[in-house]
């Protein structure tokens, strides 16, 4: 048994941490809003793509271990872009289907980004493509035909697209499958990061804001509160390590782990929100102060992730599904 | 006297009334968000019909413009109210919050004066409690009211922040110190505040929910006159403590409004097909926290009837209702799945309810105060 | 509208309160437990039968409202007996059919118990009969044939007994209906008593005890423990009175408003023991202190009530029973 | 090193032995209480049957009894132990909160003296933290220890509460105070005492599950040579927090007793014709409590190796391991329903899950540690 990171692992985060710190600060977040100067997030594609991601698994050769920590600190800086769509997802997915549409130069070149559909498109505005996971089955589509819709978290720049028709790209319900379930893992991947950067940010406050005399900090509940959240982030960051090596591994159990990983990201990163906006107090409340722009980014990403369906599937594993009423 | 849930024949005619004329009344589209700018002057004429048919103070004395409604009634309109839909009262700071303590502390001459045009919506009130450096740590106020002997007033100096509404309104109530040399919560007094006042700056900014509804207030050197200071030179926390307790207790979150709110997450559930049992407990368990708080009211009423002061319970009322106002609205994006997403009124709303638990004195104060005055246990410790 | 209590009301359950203060102290309720002195349990079903209570609906004329706050300091006491089951349940079930077999003498002359069976039948050793109430009918069994039980509170005296066959009590699905939620009312009001036990004793031992050179009671910590506690309980109490006026009246929405007593009881019992067992720390997890008799009876009692049933029945009223998957 | 949460060859061969012998030798009747005398007695043959088959401490040196083991492999044996459901350990105050902090702090004289006899269920040790005065503060402790210099050892007097099985023990280590002058935690000194010493009278009494397994041990003027210091006078606090944290951490805690526990839930729920889905939610969520408190242990174990000190992450483990035993018995009494009432398994499991969140330091003390010395929080503010 082994559950640690590579030299190489943790080398490739520290690379990814450093960029997003001076490419994606909350002041490109906040220009990923409606009115915000969308050249600093194409900036940030930039970089990242210098970088090799939209094309690390291909190009790069990495594997879901190593790319899950690299997708948590996309989280944890909340990179308005689809990063988990374009990289893990759609990129894997093109390559084993063997890219009928020639798709793949565009995305390692960084002229190419995919947003997935899920109801909304988040960053549909800014992808040039859109994948359709439904079923046994992939559609890929362009944006034709995609209506702007306005949601809380702003910089999601979120789309509806019409239901496609015609080829799909597979038919293959294993790839597919493969494909949501990498989704499912970048999604429990940011919500731990946001997680994390939602508990930095209230303990960095926390620790200067002063009332009765001492630092809002030294309270009891405050620290509770704060010590709970982070039992909850710390939990749950072992599992989404777990699931991706599972999916990396295409073990038998990826499914079940999955899903775990999924449930358990997606409460710890709503309570460190929760957490995180009550310890901030009003200021908290505030879109003139950082924190909203990474809780509703954890909303909207948690709202992704469809709760019964994954008990479902771990009731299953554990041969539960049976003793439903 | 012991229990009927029901309404007595006044009551139930007073409900009908108040029934009729909300559906003949209320806007069938939505207002415009009160806390923005353009959707609070559509707010504030909803406010002035509802005066004109003596709606918006119901439990106030008829010479004031209410209705002398009993504290019965008055949630009965509340319920009414709010199960019909109608707008958020953009006046409710001044009306359930500042009127309640002109009640208690102010003058005659201050009720007569400042009443009607509260009642009227043609003055428009908003609270100046909050400071930079003094959020949850109210008795940390540092704005200054400096004695103006000549001129039979006080200068007020210093910087109000959190202001709900305060770039919209035309009044400001809020504490301010009087006394420099005396510590903490002695030494301030309640002023009330007109907003055009020379050296009054407003600025607006943004909340979490989108609205631009909380304001910073900038006063140098206002001149406010005697007149205008509530419940006597030195006396602000007692004055101040008795709007908060109306802020956190049933005056201010009547159930009608989680009722209302509880309905139309069971109507939400009731819409899908197909709902997944823990969605339908978690809508039944939210309909049965709004439940129970209309029940604990109405004993809280009661009790008000028989002399009993709500005091420190107004505490417990408030943990509970910002926190079954937060569970509703979870509740509802569980139910909406991924359109929870969308910018609409359930998203607004649970994003609304999270500024519940902090306002108001957090619900950590609120704890520690409903340990110390309810339970008993020893104060201090942090 | 009106939702308080006559003078006559409080009279009465402050005699009662009185007469258990001294009848049924801890050192009673322990009696209960196996090896104890049965005969403080008599005297305390004497002092009981001398107020009037086991014939309190017939002879007094209570209805449930009056009923209710007496049931509740039932619980605070943690009586061992079947009260709520002899004076509340089954007394006007046999008033409502007739008494066929006679037994409301002996009820109102304080020599006949009845319990109930619910899988176990609580405080059945100290019965003389057993009420079965089962779908649209309801039995009257003896003790024959009864199997002890070891229960975890040791002071319900828990027998089985034999499914009864022949000749049923009454087949009015109404009246059973009735019985069975002046039960589930008894149960509520019971809750909130024992958990208002639990938190006056939590209340005095952490004003008290001293750690770190302060009483514990003047943490955050305890304080926010305790005061979620007192709100679950303060408010579950009015839904109880609510339920037995609803109850009284034979009003449509009864059902209901029973259904969310108990559930909302039991949780703010179960989270009171917690509560309270946390906050005393050790001495709370010994035998030795009397804390232990009453979470244990608030366990019982919690236990007796079908979660899953009454919240199928509140759903129902709000019409969201088509709304199961 | 990488991932890879499969048994490598080597670890695939001790689990089979493991399972093997295990199936060949517990009990297929479960022992009774192992916090009862007659129970302990038992306990203490089968602790023996472990030791012969060097089973009683798989991760010490083999010339105490171990067998060498890898922290993996120990994690590995831990499982296969729980899932045998094997007999509680009555050893484990000794075996694994002792013996860590002999291996840190004592002599070699210490260890060769009473490591064999620990393994071997020869000695049976007992923990002497608590007072009557001293619980969740431990540095409050007042029982001391004089020094008598010409006996070349110390004097002890004092009470000690809360000492589990410590009516059935043979040895006690505790925390007594040789320097009175000092403040609070300073002046300690962690002392190795026989039960059979002149001088002290142990009493046991009852607990919540219905076990006598709690003792109060009082010492008075008893007499332990300096070789039974361990860590040095006035080194106590310091090497009593080495045994706490084993006590809160991985070593007491070990994923298989919950992985275990976990899986009879499940098997609970699965042997339920129809189960609410409420309780197989229940059930499914407590079961990936088990399976996140196992990852999680698998990445300290790494961070262990890898020489990184657990520290005040230990806290963060015992506030999960301690609330995920209390979910677990929860789900299964709520599954059970009405049956919850009757004194069996699962509802002594759940009795002694309660006490999980107090012992070790309360869980809150626990959230005040991982706020401080994990995020950083000030020190101070109760």
New interface residues.
Partial sequence: MRFGWTADQVALREAVRDLLASACPPSVVRAAWPGGDESSVEALWSALTGMGIPGAVGELGLDEVDLVSLLEETGYAAVPLPVVETAAVAAPLLAATGDPGGHLPGILAGRTRVAVAGGLVPYGRRATLVLHLDGPAAWLSTLDGAVDETTVDGSLAAVRVPKPSGEPLTEDAELVGLAADRLALGAAAQLVGLGRRMLDLTVGYVRERRQFGVPVGSFQAVKHHLADALVRLEFAAPAVYAAAWALAGRRPERGRDVSTAVLLATEAAREAARTAIQCHGAIGYTVEYDLHLYAKRAWAVAATCDTDAHLARVAEALDLKGAAA | ????????AS?AAFRAEARAWLRANVPAQPLPSGDTREGFARHVDWERRLHEARWSAVSWPERYGGRDASL?EW?IFEEEYHAAGAPQRVTQNGIFLLAPTLFEFGTDGQRDRLLPRMAAAEDLWCQGW?EP?????LA?IRSTAVRDEAAGGWRLSGQK??TTRGAFCTHLFGLFRTDPAAARHRGLTYFLVPLDAPGVTVRG????D?DEG?AEVFLSDVFVPDADVLGGVGEGWRVAMATTGSERGLTLRSPGRFLAAADRL?AL??S??????????R???A??GA???H??T??D???LL?GVPAGARSS?NK??WSELD?DIHEAA??I????????AAW??GF?FS??G???AG???I???I???R?????????
Same sequence: chains 1, 3.
Avoid: K
Avoid at chain 2, 205 to 208: H, I, P, S, T, Y
Avoid at chain 2, 374 to 382: I, K
């Fill in positions: 006297m012991t229990v009927d849930l029901t309404d007595t009551e019965w949630l909050s450096e003094a959020g949850s740590d940390g922040t959190w900014f943004g909340r979490l989108g909380f069971v559930a009731r899908r097909g197909s709902l997944a049992p823990r969605l339908r407990e809508a039944v368990r309909w049965m439940r129970a708080y029940l604990y109405l004993r009423v009661d009790a028989a417990m943990l509970f937060v994006l569980e909406l799945g991924p359109e929870a997403r969308v910018d998203s607004r994003l999270l500024s638990p902090i306002y957090t619900n950590e609120q704890r520690t409903v340990a110390e309810v339970l008993g246990l020893p104060r201090g410790g942090g």
